[in-house]
């Protein structure tokens, strides 16, 4: 299959991130992939050089700064689809969590899509039906939290979760879906060892939901196999 659409995609130099990249790019999206320090994504660099039409590109996502430049940078092309996926999970428990690591983890993990989604509006309003996708968890849901713990990680997720829902709102008259999305437990580095599925069949079931987004979906929280999960 080949297509002419273009994905910009955060946080791709690993895990769920690298493999969004590997299978887009297997099937012929232009796909611009987003790193902190592109010299030392290995494997990135690798799939890049396989394939011409992906594309990598420096970003640090807590700099607000940084996504507005590259916005300006790509001013010139059409945004389909927007992954934002870079997240970072500090663990914390109750008399561990440390108040800058929490700070930043909102950083990283909650404002990057807002201010994503803001700087590449215009890029969104381009595509016939431009889709913005946000990597959430099930840890953010409120009503799944049956173990405590890991304060940082779940605040940070369900407040994007929140974030999220309002852009739903904001972005429908734009015709631009958005959702939030559960790769389930995933062995890589983050998830860890233990994970129950790979990375392939994640994405793999991610890709099927991102393709049957439509303006009635936007604003729901999606688990990779199409079930919904409770916020």
Sequence with gaps: ???????????ANRGIGLEYVRQYAQAGYTVYATVRDVARADEL???AARHAQVQLLSLDVADIAAIRALSTQLSEVTIDILISNAGIYPPSRLGTTDPQEWLHAFQVNTLTTYYLAEAF???LQRAAQGKVIAMTSKMGSIADNGSGGEYIYRSTKTALNMVVKSLALDLQPFNIAVALLHPGWVRTDMGGPNGLINTETSVAGLRKVIDGLS?????????????????
Excluded: N, R
Aim: hydrophobic share 40%; no cysteine.
């Design 121 to 123: 509006l215009t890029h």
């Design 1 to 11: 299959m080949t297509t002419s659409q273009t994905i910009l995609i955060t946080g």
């Design 45 to 47: 660099q690798s799939l």
């Design 215 to 231: 303006l009635a979906q936007s604003g729901e929280f999606i688990a990779y196999d199409g079930k919904p999960v409770p916020w």
